[in-house]
């Protein structure tokens, strides 16, 4: 879900982008404001994902309003202005609509600003993902493990077993599962079972008493079988 704020000085306007909107499944908006004044206020009190701004009002104009932000939402620009438009996409705008719209010309500006809001995410939990790499000491040696690469990992009494896309053998380390998990990104991973932590991205396939890994079956207990419903509601 992305939250979304109006910024237009014309009421017309408004309600009929907060018609729109409203039309649209995957926004929801967070607040229609009159002036850039306001929206600034906005920003500051509520998290915003994507503006839909005007660029003729008063006092500040939408080009300088977004000029003045210093890490900016995506902004799809709302305009009655063609001349506008060279500046605006200067300014990375993610769409920029001309003034009269129909519905369809919105829901293709919202479907644009939705694959770049997935691409921004994809890339922050990538980056996320990448900070956590560690090492592991094996038979003397330290092997470092890319979190990314992580299938899943198998407790065995004082050791674990990692499992990795790049080899075909697991990783074999002193260390308890609850000491890696600590190691691990938050809400990357699940216990499915008491000896085993699994890779939620790496899932393929949910069934009663186990996850599947493409053809590898990793079991699931009554015990952890909760982590499992978490996933399928955040899908």
Request: aromatic fraction near 8%; include cysteine; hydrophobic fraction near 45%.
């Amino acid at each position: 879900m992305m939250r979304c704020i109006i910024v237009d000085d014309e009421p017309l306007v408004r309600e009929l982008l907060e018609d729109n909107l409203s039309q649209v499944p995957f926004l929801e908006l967070v607040k229609s404001c009159k002036t850039a004044l306001e929206a600034l206020k906005t920003l500051q009190e509520e998290q915003v994902d994507l503006i839909f701004l005007d660029i003729q009002m008063p006092r500040l104009n939408g080009l300088q309003f977004l000029q003045s932000l210093d890490h900016p939402p995506l902004v799809i620009i709302v305009t009655a202005y063609e001349e506008y438009a060279v500046e605006s996409f200067n300014l990375q705008v993610a769409d920029y609509i001309l003034k009269p719209f129909g519905f369809d010309r919105v829901l293709k500006a919202c479907n644009r600003a939705a694959e770049l809001f997935r691409m921004k995410n994809a890339v922050v939990s990538s980056e996320t993902v990448k900070s956590h790499d560690f090492f592991v000491n094996v038979e003397y040696t330290l092997v470092k493990i890319i979190v990314a690469d992580i299938e899943y990992i198998e407790g065995v009494k004082d050791y674990i077993k990692i499992y990795l896309s790049s080899r075909t053998k697991p990783v074999l380390t002193r260390l308890s599962l609850k000491a890696i998990e600590a190691k691990l990104p938050v809400g990357a991973f699940i216990r499915t079972h008491k000896s085993f932590l699994v890779a939620i991205s790496r899932i393929t396939t949910i069934k009663r008493s186990f996850v599947c890994i493409g053809t590898k079956e990793i079991p699931v207990s009554e015990t952890f079988r909760e982590n499992i419903n978490k996933v399928l509601k955040a899908d």
